[in-house]
Protein backbone atom coordinates (compact mmCIF):
# COMPACT_ATOMS: atom_id res chain seq x y z
CA UNK A 1 0.00 0.00 0.00
CA UNK A 2 1.41 3.11 -0.55
CA UNK A 3 1.60 6.47 1.19
CA UNK A 4 -0.76 9.18 0.07
CA UNK A 5 0.24 12.78 1.23
CA UNK A 6 -2.51 15.39 1.19
CA UNK A 7 -0.98 16.79 -1.93
CA UNK A 8 -1.21 13.78 -3.55
CA UNK A 9 -5.00 13.13 -2.20
CA UNK A 10 -5.90 16.65 -3.94
CA UNK A 11 -4.46 15.97 -6.77
CA UNK A 12 -5.87 12.73 -7.43
CA UNK A 13 -9.31 14.20 -6.41
CA UNK A 14 -8.64 17.20 -9.03
CA UNK A 15 -8.01 14.35 -11.76
CA UNK A 16 -10.41 12.15 -10.86
CA UNK A 17 -12.74 15.67 -11.02
CA UNK A 18 -11.10 16.41 -14.20
CA UNK A 19 -11.40 12.46 -15.83
CA UNK A 20 -15.25 11.47 -14.47
CA UNK A 21 -16.79 14.49 -12.93
CA UNK A 22 -16.97 16.86 -15.97
CA UNK A 23 -16.43 20.26 -13.93
CA UNK A 24 -16.42 20.56 -9.72
CA UNK A 25 -19.75 21.21 -8.10
CA UNK A 26 -19.67 24.99 -6.78
CA UNK A 27 -17.61 25.83 -3.77
CA UNK A 28 -21.58 26.45 -1.95
CA UNK A 29 -22.59 23.31 -3.11
CA UNK A 30 -19.43 21.13 -1.91
CA UNK A 31 -19.73 22.89 1.49
CA UNK A 32 -23.26 21.74 1.85
CA UNK A 33 -22.46 18.26 0.53
CA UNK A 34 -19.17 18.55 3.13
CA UNK A 35 -21.86 19.22 6.08
CA UNK A 36 -24.09 16.23 4.61
CA UNK A 37 -21.44 14.17 4.98
CA UNK A 38 -19.75 15.27 8.72
CA UNK A 39 -23.66 14.46 9.19
CA UNK A 40 -23.61 11.16 8.20
CA UNK A 41 -20.27 10.55 10.33
CA UNK A 42 -22.07 12.19 13.07
CA UNK A 43 -25.28 9.98 12.99
CA UNK A 44 -22.36 6.76 12.87
CA UNK A 45 -20.58 7.62 15.78
CA UNK A 46 -23.94 8.60 17.69
CA UNK A 47 -25.29 5.03 16.98
CA UNK A 48 -22.34 3.06 17.71
CA UNK A 49 -20.72 5.27 20.67
CA UNK A 50 -23.70 7.33 21.84
CA UNK A 51 -27.34 5.69 23.15
CA UNK A 52 -29.03 5.94 19.97
CA UNK A 53 -29.39 2.46 18.39
CA UNK A 54 -29.17 1.81 14.84
CA UNK A 55 -31.66 1.97 12.04
CA UNK A 56 -32.36 -0.68 9.67
CA UNK A 57 -31.36 2.18 7.23
CA UNK A 58 -28.20 2.85 8.63
CA UNK A 59 -26.75 -0.79 9.30
CA UNK A 60 -24.54 -0.72 6.28
CA UNK A 61 -22.92 2.61 6.74
CA UNK A 62 -19.30 2.83 7.14
CA UNK A 63 -17.61 4.56 9.68
CA UNK A 64 -14.64 4.73 7.39
CA UNK A 65 -16.07 5.09 3.71
CA UNK A 66 -17.77 8.64 5.39
CA UNK A 67 -14.82 9.95 7.09
CA UNK A 68 -13.28 9.27 3.66
CA UNK A 69 -16.46 11.04 1.94
CA UNK A 70 -15.73 13.80 4.05
CA UNK A 71 -12.06 14.23 2.94
CA UNK A 72 -12.78 13.56 -0.37
CA UNK A 73 -15.15 17.09 -0.28
CA UNK A 74 -12.86 18.82 1.97
CA UNK A 75 -10.14 18.43 -1.18
CA UNK A 76 -12.77 19.36 -3.36
CA UNK A 77 -12.86 22.70 -1.64
CA UNK A 78 -9.47 22.93 -1.00
CA UNK A 79 -8.60 22.82 -4.52
CA UNK A 80 -11.54 25.06 -5.97
CA UNK A 81 -10.27 27.72 -2.78
CA UNK A 82 -6.59 27.90 -3.62
CA UNK A 83 -5.47 26.11 -0.53
CA UNK A 84 -2.82 23.64 0.08
CA UNK A 85 -4.16 21.58 2.78
CA UNK A 86 -0.19 20.60 3.31
CA UNK A 87 0.88 24.08 4.23
CA UNK A 88 -2.65 24.24 5.82
CA UNK A 89 -1.88 21.50 8.20
CA UNK A 90 1.34 22.03 8.77
CA UNK A 91 0.94 25.85 10.02
CA UNK A 92 -2.15 24.57 11.93
CA UNK A 93 -0.24 22.52 14.22
CA UNK A 94 2.42 24.57 14.64
CA UNK A 95 -0.38 27.15 15.52
CA UNK A 96 -1.64 24.33 18.39
CA UNK A 97 1.91 23.47 19.02
CA UNK A 98 2.68 27.01 20.51
CA UNK A 99 -0.93 27.57 22.05
CA UNK A 100 -1.56 24.47 23.61
CA UNK A 101 2.09 22.98 24.87
CA UNK A 102 0.99 23.30 28.24
CA UNK A 103 -2.58 24.17 28.31
CA UNK A 104 -3.46 20.42 28.12
CA UNK A 105 -1.02 18.94 30.12
CA UNK A 106 -2.45 21.71 33.31
CA UNK A 107 -6.12 20.78 32.53
CA UNK A 108 -7.60 19.61 35.65
CA UNK A 109 -10.35 17.70 33.90
CA UNK A 110 -7.59 15.40 31.25
CA UNK A 111 -5.74 14.76 34.81
CA UNK A 112 -8.76 13.39 36.94
Known amino acids: MNDLTLRDLQQRVDDWIK ?5 YFSELTNM ?3 TEEVGEVARIIARKYGDQ ?9 QLADEMADVLWVLACLANQ ?20 SERHKNNQKLNA
Not at 19 to 23: L, S
Not at 53 to 61: L, M, Y
Not at 82 to 100: M, P, Q, S, Y
Open 53 to 61: SFKKTDEAR
Open 32 to 34: AIL
Open 19 to 23: TYGVR
Open 81 to 100: TGVDLTDAFEKNLRKKTERD
